[in-house]
């Protein structure tokens, strides 16, 4: 019933917002599959079709209209799609769902919102948070936070190379904790450099807030590229703070562009995770290429930590520990 009303609103929202084309409406949207060879690290290897393993395959709409005096009202909604079954990979509209304001004051909007931590992890990751050994793994369940629903947003212009981010997301509960989360991040850019910080706090549980860091860079000499990235997520009251360090490099050759990063994983309980990832991309055009990944991470006997892509993970069950997970894929995207 979900995957109907999806498709329904979908089809629905076509002639409304072609309609609108003269309000600076636009459709866009990326569609991603792959012919993937996955090993959890237990079950042997398995062909599956993934949908996403470059970029999440998405449709999504968004839009301004000029208010005069330099300010507009906007909004963007965009909805994840799993191109291997036609089904959606989320909520309605899931990936993000915000309208808002923009002037010379920079951007507010309301809504379900990328995180500011999420803004410094997809500047500082060398995959883009889109190949098998991204930093995408480092969000979750007891790890950080890359989007918040019911969100108040800020997001400054550029002074000088510097932008400010700032975020509530309410929890909405009546009693208990109240589930609230407060971010901050700030975010240097000029020419080939870029440097990131950010903070969160989430009140989860009575006894404290929850605590999420993140410190990225980014710089870029001729056709190469080097990122890397610091983020932890600090639990109230478990022993299971969690650390991940990526480094990364790029470089690009004529229509071709070599990827590769190290990842570590860490847990106060002594797991402990190390991956390594390659991947290359070929441009057929503007926006289309092909892309082929391999990634394996080497657990130690207390760790069971899985690699993630855009769209897809793979890891062993909880009860595996020690157990490496690998995954060999080949794909194409289309951007339209």
């Not at 309605?92 to 500011?116: H, K, N, Q, W």
């Not at 098998?132 to 950080?144: E, W």
């Not at 106060?268 to 055009?285: C, D, H, I, Q």
């Amino acid at each position: 019933m979900h995957y109907k009303r999806l498709a329904a609103a979908l089809f629905a929202s076509v002639p409304l917002f072609a309609a609108a084309q003269s309000s600076n409406v636009q459709t866009y949207g990326v569609m991603d599959a792959a012919i993937a060879s996955e090993n959890n690290g237990v079950d042997g290897r398995h062909t599956v079709i993934n949908s996403g393993n470059q970029s999440s395959s998405r449709i999504g709409f968004r839009g301004t209209e000029d208010l005069g005096g330099g300010l507009k009202a906007m909004f963007n909604i965009e909805a994840g799609v799993s191109i291997d079954t036609g089904n959606s990979d989320s909520a309605l509209f899931g990936r993000r769902s915000v309208v808002g304001l923009e002037g010379d004051f920079g951007a507010l909007t309301v809504g379900r919102e990328y995180s500011p931590i999420a803004s410094v992890a997809a500047a500082s990751d060398v995959f883009g948070q889109g190949f098998y050994g991204s930093n995408l793994s480092a969000f979750g369940t007891n790890r950080l936070t890359r989007r918040l629903s019911n969100s108040v947003n800020y997001k400054s212009n550029s002074f000088s190379g510097f932008k400010v981010l700032a975020a509530y997301s309410a929890g909405e509960k009546t009693s208990g904790p109240s589930g609230d989360l407060k971010g901050v991040a700030a975010e240097y850019a000029s020419g080939p450099l870029y440097v990131g910080a950010g903070y969160h706090t989430f009140t989860r549980v009575a006894g404290g807030d929850d605590k999420e860091y993140a410190v990225g860079a980014a710089y870029k000499i001729g056709d190469i590229d080097i990122k890397g990235n610091w983020m932890v997520a600090d639990p109230e009251g478990t022993n299971n703070k969690f650390t991940q360090y990526n480094l990364g490099a790029a470089m690009g050759f004529g229509p071709g562009k070599v990827f590769v990063n190290l990842q570590q994983n860490k847990l106060e309980t002594g797991a402990k995770g190390t991956a390594w990832a390659v991947a290359y991309s070929y441009a057929l055009s503007k926006r289309t290429n092909l892309y082929t990944t391999y990634a394996k991470m080497d657990n130690n006997s207390l760790a069971t930590f899985g690699l993630n892509s855009s769209s897809t993970s793979i890891a062993p069950p909880a009860t595996k520990l020690g157990a490496d997970p690998s995954v060999f894929n080949v794909g194409v995207r289309h951007s339209f």
